[in-house]
């Protein structure tokens, strides 16, 4: 009997070294893919922002801090790799994603011709509730007519922006959204620089005295509907913050996943 039990014990012994074994292996399997993947390099991706840092240097412009995912796509490797050139990321629902920063409330709303007038009202409710909130709107041409899915109108825009200049919150723009301390605020952000940017929401804007934020594609710049230079240096002249959303627009993570 009580031999029985040894062998019982010696089998249980080895049984435990063997999952433990086996256990370690895996681990150390999986922990090599993820690093594997940690540390390698996508040149495709990189090219993408430092064709923009070239383009802005070639207009004798400070290359851009903030980016903005084409497609919202990204993943850890195209955060690391992205971070290594800019100070912020945007997502298009959770907000900026890196570098950590202590804003409550921090949320992307999409303001397309669909969305719900009521909601996007709620959102600037919400964030005049966070002494550190940000919250930020996005959206793509600004067109009274042929719109796709994701461009809104102007009636549309200019009500949640009268909305919120309304609530009093302090409307700016990204770059200097960092820069406030202790005080609510909202970022009205347009995607892929369409030259309604230029022609529609910056006198919007201006005639409120406000201002704005584009994520542009530099190789995109000049094409047909799109803003030119000329125009992104006359925004920047009178203060509407121009960032990068890459030179050509790919989904940055397909860059990684395909
Ligand atoms: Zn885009």
């Not at 390698?40 to 840092?53: A, C, Q, Y």
């Not at 202590?102 to 964030?127: G, I, Q």
């Not at 930020?136 to 041409?141: N, P, S």
Request: proline residues 4%; charged residues 25%; negative net charge.
């Amino acid at each position: 009997m009580i031999k029985y039990i040894r062998v019982q014990k010696g089998q249980l012994f080895s049984c435990c070294i063997m999952i433990m074994f086996f256990g370690l292996l895996i681990f150390s399997g999986l922990n090599t893919a993820v690093f594997a993947e940690e540390i390698e390099d996508f040149p495709e991706i990189r090219r993408e922002i430092e064709l923009v840092d070239e383009a802005f240097k070639e207009q004798g412009l400070k290359p851009p801090r903030h980016h903005a995912y084409p497609f919202g796509g990204h993943n850890s490797t195209v955060r690391r790799i992205v971070a290594e050139y800019r100070d912020t990321a945007r997502g298009i629902t959770a907000g900026i994603n890196f570098p950590p920063y202590n804003f409550e409330n921090l949320h992307t709303v999409a303001v397309f011709e669909n969305s719900n007038m009521e909601e996007l009202k709620r959102w600037v409710d919400k964030v005049q509730l966070f002494s550190k909130g940000l919250l930020i709107f996005y959206t793509h041409a600004v067109l009274p007519e042929d719109l796709y899915l994701y461009d809104v109108t102007p009636e549309k825009l200019e009500e949640i922006l009268d909305y919120a200049v309304d609530s009093g919150v302090k409307i700016t723009t990204l770059d200097r959204a960092f820069e406030i301390k202790d005080e609510p605020r909202i970022v009205f952000t347009f995607d892929d620089g369409f030259d309604t940017d230029y022609y529609t929401v910056l006198p919007m804007f201006a005639e409120r005295a406000l201002l704005g934020t584009s994520y542009i594609n530099t190789g995109k710049l000049g094409e047909e509907d799109m803003l030119t230079w000329d125009q992104v240096k006359e925004m920047i002249d009178i203060g509407w913050d121009i960032q990068c959303h890459s030179h050509t627009h790919p989904n940055l993570r397909d860059l990684v996943e395909n």
